[in-house]
């Protein structure tokens, strides 16, 4: 994977939408350059007996809004650009959702499998050490991302409270219930992208989720729980993938059967009695709607003449690459953009923030009712700028988010 050609779509973007706006190049200048980064050397001592010492980084692209917020990644290809282009696409989804946040991003790059549940709660605590004064609940407060958990958030606010002497739960999100957590953080992307869907298809194509047919690509957290919301909605889900390759069932695949297969471990090519095709062939399956939730730059110059879906629900972040953006829109093909789809996990530590600042907890009713509101809004919002732009739901998307970064840059006014 080429982190800098990702970073480089990202910068991309927000030309593109400044360029749309009329944004001053003073305006533009801040928002593609990064505020503030931390990058630092966390040494552990491994099971073995072995020193080894793991590259971390810390990122405040924008944080205009309000405190950063995002999340932290363990991977092997975790390096600056990639973490700089998560942290840009961070604050322009807490912009888009109006959410009192800027765009941050860390992480470790790190194989977390390769490591011990030992090693990993050493490491986690000896990132916190490292970094624990660029962070805070009015500074930064960081969540899960790939590679990480509630249980690695749960190490974090420990270490982070032990070192300041004092209780702080609104430090981080994500955390487990038992330390201030809340139920829906789990499964809140996967919710965000099967109602984005639901109300795509509804608005689109007045059809209902029960009579459409959906392919999922990434079967993990973001993709498992999209599977298991449209299910629960009786949509047909006629194929799910992971990285050893794709099942298909023309009739639908049963949803709750897979889950369990993977949460045993197992990989979805070791399945049996079902048919067995590639990532490739499910990317241009001719159904309702395609889910790529797995990696970034998915759907490509190479790949998007194949593309037979109506609606693209983009469940990870830059599934679709820029060259393919124009190309799959020109085909009328309805894209629901990354910053848009993926938003719910955010938008849940959101209210976990609050009630963790405010140490009041609202019933689960309510913060359905309001995380619904804030995903709708949101969409509407971006339909509305697609429509006054005449472009693109993707474009739609990052239009919105710098115009609203750029008026608060505006009130805010120079320092210097
Ligand atoms: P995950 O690690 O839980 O799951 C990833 C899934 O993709 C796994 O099934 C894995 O086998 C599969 N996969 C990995 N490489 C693949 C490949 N090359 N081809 C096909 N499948 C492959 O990750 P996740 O948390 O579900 O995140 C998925 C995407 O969604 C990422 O881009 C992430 O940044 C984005 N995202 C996640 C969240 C969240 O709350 N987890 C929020 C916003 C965005």
Excluded at 9 to 37: F, G, H, M, P, R
Excluded at 137 to 165: C, H, R
Excluded at 322 to 331: G, H, L, S, T, V
Aim: aromatic share 8%; hydrophobic share 45%; with cysteine.
């Amino acid at each position: 994977m080429d982190t800098k050609v990702i970073y480089d779509d990202t910068v991309c973007l927000i030309q593109k939408a400044s360029k749309s706006v009329k944004l001053s190049n003073a305006l533009l200048e801040q928002l593609i350059n990064v505020q503030k980064s931390l990058q630092v050397a966390i040494t552990i001592r491994l099971d073995n007996g072995e020193v080894k010492t793991f590259k971390g980084l810390r990122i405040h692209h924008n944080l205009i809004l309000g405190p950063g917020k995002g999340g932290i990644r363990f991977h092997e290809h975790v390096d600056t650009y990639e973490v700089t282009s998560l942290a840009m696409l961070m604050s322009l989804k807490n912009a888009l959702l109006r959410l009192p946040f800027g765009g941050a991003k860390g992480g470790i790059a790190v194989n977390p499998s390769s490591l011990s549940k030992n090693e990993l709660e050493k490491l986690t605590r000896a990132y916190v050490l490292q970094i624990h004064n660029f962070v805070g609940p009015s500074k930064d407060v960081p969540a899960p991302d790939m590679g990480t958990n509630a249980q690695t958030m749960a190490w974090f606010l420990d270490t982070y409270e032990k070192i300041k002497g004092y209780a702080s739960p609104a430090a981080v999100t994500g955390k487990p219930l038992a330390l201030g957590g809340i139920a829906l953080r789990e499964t809140a992307t996967g919710k965000g992208v099967s109602f984005c869907i639901a109300y795509a298809l509804k608005k689109l194509h007045q059809k209902e989720i029960k009579h459409a047919t959906v392919a999922i690509q990434g079967f993990g957290n973001v993709g498992a729980a999209t599977a298991l919301y449209l299910s629960d909605k009786n949509a047909k889900i006629v194929a799910v993938s992971d990285v050893s390759g794709a099942v298909y069932k023309k009739d639908g695949i049963n949803i709750k059967e897979a889950v369990d297969w993977v949460s045993q471990g197992k990989l979805l090519k070791d399945m049996q009695n079902i048919e067995h095709i590639t990532n490739e062939q499910l990317l241009s399956l001719d159904v309702d709607v395609l889910v790529p939730a797995a990696i970034e730059s998915v759907i490509t110059k190479e790949n998007m003449h194949n593309i037979q879906a109506k609606i693209i629900a983009e469940g990870a972040n830059g599934a679709l690459t820029n060259d393919a953006i124009d190309y799959i829109y020109k085909k009328g093909i309805f894209v629901i953009p990354d910053i848009l789809c993926n938003a719910g996990g955010v938008v849940a530590s959101y209210f976990e923030w609050v009630q963790c600042k405010q140490s009041f907890f609202w019933h689960e009713e309510e913060v359905e009712r309001l995380f619904l509101e804030k995903m709708r809004s949101a969409f509407d919002r971006v339909s509305q700028v697609s429509l006054d732009y005449d472009i693109d739901m993707k474009n739609a998307a990052v239009i919105d988010a710098v115009l609203h970064i750029a008026s608060s840059m505006k009130e805010r006014g120079l320092f210097f």
